[in-house]
């Protein structure tokens, strides 16, 4: 995961750098994550993660944000920053490296971050109050159960006895736990591992485990690694659509939202018009971001074309109508039924959409 530096133009204090602090990183790796927090790679400023971590003093304190390292994550970004639609709403955007969902709300609840991208496996963690979900951007397909011909495993209800890693709290254990309920399987029936990407590529790779559950880009590299005809797609999260919706979206703090609802509306507002340059430019969206994240441009078609991406108009209307507070509640249920959170509590308590809906207003007067 990614964090985003957001600055109303103004004077800068030092360059400081601000790596998320050693006792959360726990969070991130082996049974609780994506991988390891704030992991960044220093650099130059065309490897787009060795950019130093500016901070804006303002009245009102500092902005920050999140986005991954892969096409869901920071696609949105790249395309506003290239096109300086950022820099159209008096914002200045830096990123700086997260790997999961989890982590990233745990640097957020500790004040370290103030808005971010996530996918839907974290977002419990909005359920739980802890963030609210203000721009949702498209729905995933991209999460993968995978094996491996020699593995034997052929259908779901053949996983039965097996070993299978997968990182918690991520939507890659939500593919997971879907696959074993439409198998009639229960987890006590498999073993389960808990591992970062990184370490499940690696199991499977070398045939550790007989199945795993990952996204992209880690997908394209067990198969670039595997070799293509090697590996075996039991099930994706896209499987299941008629069940649920699984969106990728933007969070804030409730502490951050409240102060800055002006500054909510302007990054709203660049993200709207980086969708539908996106619609209008995707070949030119999927090399920026394979250059940004230093990737292998057809891994990255490949995910963009495995995502349904929202343009404007598809945003405004899905948050606007209700149908996208539909997709929460439904994936709230969800939660409860897995038991990562007590209870469902009012959409609207977690879901806000006011800024989204001010922003594309003002861009359609």
């Given at each position: ?221 067990v198969r670039k690694t595997m070799g293509e005809e090697n590996v075996v797609r039991l099930t994706t999260i896209g499987d299941f659509r008629d069940q649920f919706a699984f969106p990728g979206h933007w969070v804030v703090t409730p502490k951050y939202m409240d102060a800055h609802p002006d500054v909510m509306v302007r990054f709203s507002r660049a993200m709207l018009k980086a969708m539908d340059y996106r619609k209008e430019h995707p070949e ?82």
């Amino acid at each position: 995961m990614v964090l985003l530096t957001v600055m109303l133009c103004g004077i800068l204090t030092d360059v400081q750098e601000r790596e998320y602090q050693a006792e959360h990183r726990h969070e991130g790796t082996g049974d609780n994550g994506r991988g390891g927090a704030a992991d960044r790679r220093r650099g130059g400023r065309n490897d787009g993660w060795g950019r130093n971590d500016r901070v804006l003093e303002t009245g009102d304190g500092k902005a920050q944000s999140c986005i991954h390292p892969n096409f869901g994550g920071n696609n949105l970004y790249i395309t506003a920053e290239k096109n300086g639609f950022f820099e159209e709403e008096g914002l200045i955007v830096e990123p700086v490296k997260f790997t999961a969902g989890p982590q990233e709300i745990a640097a957020m609840v500790a004040g370290d971050v103030d808005i971010g991208y996530i996918g839907h496996g974290a977002t419990f963690l909005a359920v739980q109050r802890q963030v609210n979900v203000f721009l949702t951007e498209f729905l995933g397909n991209g999460d993968e159960l995978l094996t491996y011909k020699e593995s034997g495993i052929t259908s779901l209800e053949d996983l039965k006895g097996k070993t299978i890693a997968t990182a918690p709290g991520t939507s890659g254990e939500t593919v997971l736990k879907l696959a074993l309920e439409k198998a009639g399987l229960s987890r006590d029936d498999v073993r389960i591992v808990n591992m970062d990407a990184a370490g499940m590529v690696a199991a499977i790779v070398a045939k550790k485990v007989d199945a795993c559950t990952l996204w992209p880009p880690q997908t394209s590299e067990v198969r670039k690694t595997m070799g293509e005809e090697n590996v075996v797609r039991l099930t994706t999260i896209g499987d299941f659509r008629d069940q649920f919706a699984f969106p990728g979206h933007w969070v804030v703090t409730p502490k951050y939202m409240d102060a800055h609802p002006d500054v909510m509306v302007r990054f709203s507002r660049a993200m709207l018009k980086a969708m539908d340059y996106r619609k209008e430019h995707p070949e030119e969206t999927a090399e920026n971001v394979a250059e940004f994240i230093d990737a292998p441009l057809d891994g990255v078609v490949a995910e963009m074309n495995n995502i349904d991406l929202f343009d404007a108009d598809y945003c405004y209307q899905v948050m606007t109508d209700g149908t996208a507070a539909k997709w929460y509640d439904a994936l709230q249920n969800l939660y409860v039924q897995d038991g990562k959170v007590e209870k469902t509590v009012p959409v609207e308590e977690w879901f806000c959409p006011q800024f989204a809906k001010e922003a594309y207003e003002s861009l359609h007067k």
